[in-house]
């Protein structure tokens, strides 16, 4: 499976080269015009192999951002807090899958995500078409059909690494495209988005 090979590859990643990535992908993102405007970002805290955001996150906070970070519902639907600093996050295990780093103030409810300028996304690769493939949770899936639902149209953008831009991934019905990828070498836009 897909989404199982990409993880393979990330597992094997050292740590030295995940931390260096974060910090390449964080100095990429942040030249972004959508998130030099930006007031309200959601974003989320990258844990394990996944690209590092903490230095990105501090970055766009230091700016006077305002970033929403997510916290996973028993469904695996998403809930937001503000993330006000490193001590604002608190590790959750949830069952069996992977401990999370969610936001210990208060929960703002899974709409606060449509008032988000730009929307950071995890994934596991993304297509020339601007198409994401995410975990397979379905988490991200909500997020981005309440946004549709509300009529809100941030900016989408999917943080990877470099040998995640693919020629194609799967693709379902209810998949949409990102404006853009941020990977530590640079920025890729798509026209489809």
């Known amino acids: 499976m897909l989404r199982r090979e990409f993880l393979s ?35 989320y805290v990258s844990v394990g192999s996944e690209p590092a955001t903490p230095a990105l996150l501090d970055a766009l906070r230091a700016r006077g951002v305002r970033v929403l970070l997510p916290a996973l519902l028993p469904d695996n639907d998403l809930d937001w807090g503000e993330y006000t600093g ?18 210990s103030g208060e929960r703002l409810g899974p709409d606060a995500v449509t008032g988000a300028d730009v929307v950071l996304l995890p994934g596991l690769a993304v297509d020339t078409r601007g198409m994401r493939l995410g975990r397979g949770g379905g ?10 639902r ?44």
């Open 150 to 193: 509300a009529g809100a149209h941030p900016a989408l953008v999917v943080l990877l690494y470099d040998t995640e831009v693919v020629a194609q991934v799967p693709v379902q019905a209810h998949d949409r495209p990102v404006q853009a990828v941020v990977t530590p070498s640079g920025v890729r836009r798509f026209t489809s988005g």
């Open 86 to 103: 490193p001590g604002s996050l608190t590790r959750v295990q949830h069952g069996g899958k992977m401990a999370l780093f969610e936001p």
């Open 139 to 148: 988490s991200y899936d909500r997020v981005l059909a309440r946004l549709e």
């Open 9 to 43: 590859v990330r597992n094997r990643l050292p740590e030295s080269v995940v931390r260096e990535a974060g910090g390449a992908l964080a100095l990429r993102a942040l030249e972004l015009p959508e998130l030099a405007r930006a007031r309200t970002v959601a974003a």
